[in-house]
């Protein structure tokens, strides 16, 4: 057994309830690994999951979906897994449920884990594994974006639209987003998008078919929900794609729902995908398939900026900024 710091609720509800305890961790079982954190991300899901928008198995529960760290213990035999063999000391990343990442160690399963390639920090890998396999779903899956598509991205300077916007680019798309003021614009520009509309200042659905000459765009991702949600419908060109990915800007509505399939235009003829990264990621063989494209675009250069990191007895503070859309690119937390 050691003793471990661990972030969790007793029950949902605001930040505040996230409580630092002191915890008894068991050696790995068969089939796990002793994981020593150095960077944790803090994700929406992790909110969701704090207020019962996302359902957590049980109560009381530790948060958070992600994190990197160093293989400190391995359990029974590994090898012969298909994942490859992990030694005491690789720095490794995972992503996806069950939750549990807000703690300073934690026994992972074996093939959850994803070596980090040289030239990748462990605060890069834990701030944008999960965002990165969630790119790879909606480029990939969802629609399969091609050079010279043109992609709308809400939240554009936000951690999962900073990496869309470089990995759209890499494919060759024109990558389109709208920001909330002109310091996150120049951050959006910097990460591959070529416009940046600030929505606060302007229509971001009459800049948006300005910008593509009334056409609309072939593929919109919005993370945002609500009312942008509709709005966000209106962008995409007929027999184009929407993606609701979110409801950054309605935590703890279902608002998205209730959505009328009027809005989808009866004229314009668009498709409306609702893509679950973590159902994506249920599946074993999908879910290394999209960390090992993340890794491989991270080793390549894409790396969101991140813009706080607190200590992990801070978790409730990391999670109130990140609501309160004031922070841009990633928070990390840090174990030590």
Known sequence: MSKELVMRIAEVGDAGGLQAETVDLAPPAAGEVRVRHTAIGVNFADIYHRIGLYRLPELPAVL?????????????ELSGQGCGDLQIGDRVVYAGLPAGAYATARNVAFHRLVRIPAGVTDINAAATLLRGITAHMLFQYVRKVQAGDTVLVQAAAGGLGQVLGQWGAALGARMIGTVG????????????YQEAIPYRQMDFVAETMRLT???GVDFAIDGVGGETLSKTLQTVRPFGMAASVGQAGAAGSEDNAALPLSDLGPYRSLSLARPSVFRFMSNISRYREGAAAALAHMADGLAIDVSLRLPLEKAAEAQRLLESGKTAGGIILLPD
């Open 213 to 215: 000459g009334d056409r």
């Open 181 to 192: 003021s002109e310091a996150k614009g120049e951050i959006a520009r910097s990460k591959g």
């Open 64 to 76: 958070g979906v992600e994190a990197a760290g160093v293989v400190e213990a391995l359990g029974g």
